[in-house]
């Protein structure tokens, strides 16, 4: 079991324009220059955790995307492929995969381990077993785990790259949680079972947990499929999809808001390619 002490959400919606760079100048100027939106939005969301806490300088720092840094990606291929130029040096810097956490540790003055893991499906769960083993064992006293994904360019065809429905509405965020296996002042604690569940698996696991008061879904999870679970059993649901549109850590954005937002227990039931994963969150 790990503790929550602080958590931090920055999460912008399809038809939110937001000028990324122009916030993040507000609250990290020094760090803005050769920056590009995806490392922006971490440090955006990363502001307020600074503004909430003073961080030890030997905090890990665990960073996950779905996706990565697509846009420089996309950049890259078209100057060495279609332009066949060289691509810009600035660009190549930032396509390594921890160039966002180098930027994050540097604003927040940390120096302990840092770590990027890219991934879709089920990226926020492999990232807290990670950080739940590393906190067990005494390898970490605290760890930042955040999750940070950049809109997809509607013309890189996001909905097939994805596998999404072509009406899902693409967002994206940058969101916090300040975790410990230390209970004093927590806010919540966050568990993640290893086990992995078919439909009628999650049903009775669901049913058998008799602290959850409230239960939240994956957004990649098929409406029908999330309309049997909730016809399945007799917990309410936490609706918080309704205010984030998709990307692939937005179940972060859905944890920390249930934190801000509920006293209870929260089960996040996650999909992915008929396999459905639970986190439980209970708040303190």
């Not at 324009?17 to 490392?39: G, L």
């Not at 922006?40 to 955790?49: E, K, R, V, W, Y």
């Not at 209970?183 to 604690?189: G, P, R, S, V």
């Not at 409230?214 to 649901?237: D, K, T, W, Y």
């Amino acid at each position: 079991m790990m503790y929550i002490h602080c958590t931090a959400s920055v999460n912008i919606r399809q038809d939110q324009n937001v000028d990324v760079k122009a916030e993040c100048k507000k609250v990290a100027p020094a760090f803005v220059r050769r920056t590009d939106r995806f490392i922006q939005l971490g440090l955006l969301g990363t502001a307020s955790i600074k503004e909430q806490k003073t961080l030890d300088k030997n905090t890990a720092l665990f960073m996950i995307s779905g996706q990565g840094n697509l846009s420089v990606f996309n950049r890259l291929c078209q100057q060495r492929y279609l332009e066949e130029v060289p691509p810009k040096p600035v660009d190549f810097i930032n396509s390594l995969s921890n160039t966002a956490g180098f930027y994050i540790a540097k604003f927040l003055d940390l120096e302990s381990k840092n770590l990027n893991l890219a991934q879709q499906g089920f990226v926020i769960e492999n990232a807290l077993l990670l950080a739940n083993a590393n906190l067990s064992s005494k390898r970490e006293d605290r760890i930042l785990l955040g999750g940070v994904d950049e809109r997809v360019d509607v013309n890189n065809n996001p909905h097939g790259y994805l596998d999404l429905p072509t009406e899902t509405a693409l967002g994206e965020g940058s969101n916090w949680m300040l975790l410990s296996a230390n209970k004093q002042d927590a806010l919540a604690t966050v568990d993640v079972l290893t086990l992995a569940f078919d439909s009628t698996g999650v049903i009775e696991y669901v049913n058998n947990q008799v602290e959850v008061t409230h239960v939240a879904f994956g957004q990649r999870m098929p409406n029908s499929c999330s309309e049997l679970i909730l016809s399945s059993i007799n917990i309410p649901p936490f609706e918080c999809n309704e205010v984030a549109d998709f990307y692939e850590t937005n179940g972060l954005f859905v944890l920390n808001s249930y934190i801000k937002s509920k006293q209870g227990c929260l089960a996040y039931i996650d999909y992915f390619n008929d396999i459905y994963r639970v986190i439980t969150l209970n708040v303190v």
